[in-house]
T-cell receptor, first 113, second 111 residues
Framework: DGGITQSPKYLFRKEGQNVTLSCEQN?????MYWYRQDPGQGLRLIYYSQIVNDFQKGDIAEGYSVSREKKESFPLTVTSAQKNPTAFYLC????????????FGSGTRLTVV | GQQLNQSPQSMFIQEGEDVSMNCTSSSIFNTWLWYKQEPGEGPVLLIA?????ELTSNGRLTAQFGITRKDSFLNISASIPSDVGIYFC???????????FGTGTSLTVIP
């Protein structure tokens, strides 16, 4: 079955550490997105990539970094510069020029301890 | 980014009641989508709308693309406990891939 796999489902990070969240897709979709969701709030765009080896900052990119070395993968690194990283992180994909909307992964919940 | 105003923010209803929520924007969108998110999961697409005035149903759910193209509406008829979750609207400008999301409506159904 085609889909998006986010891992791990739960992640705990000590203050000052970098952590990387994985997002892998086998939908052959061109564009991939990372969103952050805080309790009781909507989705805020962190980074997105429309083609391999290219990505753009979203609304809240500070303290995050990404790479897009292959079409199937779009990992997100939460760096120590991100002051409040505890949140639910969602990866999404969409076909090029797709109007049918995003397909989302099941999310990673990151907690700073 | 674009701001989509979604209301109400939360709803507490009795099982069997109908539900209405809406989403408005200051921009004109060419696509409107409605998603449902259950706790600890990613949003799942419910309905997609592609032209002004379009009315589309998915079971007990009905959504409409507003005539002005700046708003959209979602109705749920005869609610049941499994309707619980957060409902998000999303809109797309032009032909770009990016969608912009509303702030969500949290629905609680009381048996």
């Amino acid at each position: 079955d085609g889909g998006i796999t986010q891992s791990p489902k739960y992640l705990f990070r000590k203050e000052g550490q970098n952590v990387t969240l994985s997002c892998e897709q086998n939908l052959n979709h061109d564009a991939m997105y990372w969103y952050r969701q805080d309790p009781g709030q909507g989705l805020r765009l962190i980074y997105y990539s429309q083609i391999v080896n290219d990505f753009q900052k979203g609304d809240i990119a500070e303290g995050y970094s990404v790479s897009r070395e292959k079409k199937e993968s779009f990992p997100l690194t939460v760096t120590s510069a991100q002051k409040n990283p505890t949140a639910f992180y969602l990866c999404a994909t969409v076909r090029e020029h797709g109007r049918s909307g995003y397909t989302f992964g099941s999310g990673t919940r990151l907690t700073v301890v | 980014g674009q701001q989509l105003n979604q209301s109400p923010q939360s709803m507490f209803i009795q099982e069997g009641e109908d539900v209405s929520m809406n989403c408005t924007s200051s921009s004109i969108f060419n696509t409107w989508l409605w998603y449902k998110q259950e706790p600890g999961e990613g949003p799942v697409l419910l309905i997609a709308l592609y032209k002004a005035g379009e009315l589309t149903s998915n079971g007990r759910l009905t959504a409409q693309f507003g005539i002005t193209r700046k708003d959209s509406f979602l109705n749920i008829s005869a609610s049941i406990p499994s309707d619980v979750g957060i409902y998000f609207c999303a809109g797309q400008l032009g032909t770009g891939n990016q969608f912009y999301f509303g702030t969500g409506t949290s629905l609680t159904v009381i048996p």
